[in-house]
């Protein structure tokens, strides 16, 4: 009778205890949805509507600020450029930043710990913080003014957290894979390519998500290099629904709406993949 009772007592304490999990749970994820979902709302409000209900429904949605924001504010030169060059930065820091991790996890030499502690010192040491000689260095090359100059900062500020993320994920793959490929004829480019790639997906999946959101949001990088209107990006060119004297937050707003989109894409695309590169070697 005693053991009835202490095991219906341990059920009932898992169970509250599941159900406050439970609870806290779904209190964080509408602490983090509700600043989208009311963004959405205010995006189809007038600024006046915004101040005087900022937490209601419009009485009528005004989906003309959308337009106004793409077409009129010229919003989708930026969106273009924003695309162009979080797309390229990311193609060159997964292709470079997989091949260097392919070598640092493959094969054993003797400045291999020196050139994988070189790779990290980057994620300890911020590009920001060094802004002025990379700003003499961007002018000397003539690259002030151009969606080159970000991209190869992007690439560098990419590299290590890509190096990193990578050599650890491929360090697991079986060698006896990589030796049965050999006797079947391939080369080192084959493996990396065709056996260590795929068998990696998950973590480039993560690396992309963690590298594609911070270049997509950057703004600090292209407010210093790039100075022409039709060559700015997203953050910087949100920041001119920011005046001196007002602010039209209706048009800011639908222009924050538009500008989530592309990253709220790319993780729908990949989470599966995503959350499997967060859990890979926890289990084993």
């Not at 010192?121 to 802004?131: E, F, H, Q, R, T």
């Not at 950057?218 to 990006?233: A, G, M, N």
């Not at 048009?251 to 959350?275: E, V």
Request: with cysteine.
């Amino acid at each position: 009778m005693n053991t009835d009772l202490r095991y219906s007592s341990t059920a009932w304490g898992k169970n509250l205890l599941l159900f406050t999990f439970h609870l806290l749970m779904g209190v964080y994820v509408g602490l983090i949805f509700y600043p989208l979902f009311n963004m959405v709302v205010s995006s189809l409000k007038t600024t006046r509507e915004i101040f005087q209900n900022p937490f209601g429904f419009p009485p009528l949605p005004q989906w003309r600020n959308f337009w106004i924001v793409w077409v009129e504010k010229g919003f989708y030169r930026y969106f273009g450029n924003s695309l162009w060059v979080t797309s390229v930065s990311m193609v060159f820091v997964l292709l470079f930043g997989s091949m260097a991790s392919y070598g640092l996890s493959r094969y054993s030499f003797r400045l291999s710990l020196g050139l994988y502690l070189l790779f990290l010192s980057g994620i300890m040491l911020p590009l920001k913080a060094a802004i002025i000689p990379l700003f003499i260095l961007i002018k000397n090359l003539g690259l002030m003014d151009r969606h080159l100059s970000i991209i190869l900062i992007f690439i560098a500020m990419g590299l290590p957290s890509t190096v990193f993320i990578l050599s650890g994920f491929m360090k697991t793959v079986p060698k006896e894979l990589e030796y049965a490929a050999r006797i079947d004829g391939c080369n080192d480019l084959s493996i990396y390519g065709r056996i260590v790639m795929p068998i990696s997906a998950p973590a480039i999946a993560l690396v992309t998500i963690y590298n594609a959101v911070p270049i997509w949001n950057d703004f600090f990088f292209p407010l210093v290099f790039i100075q022409s209107d039709r060559l700015k990006t997203l953050p910087v060119g949100l920041s001119s629904f920011f005046g001196q004297y007002s602010t039209n937050w209706s048009l800011l707003f639908s222009g924050l709406s538009i500008a989530i989109l592309p990253m709220l894409i790319l993780y729908l695309c990949m989470s599966n993949y995503f959350i499997r590169g967060m859990t890979a070697g926890a289990i084993k």
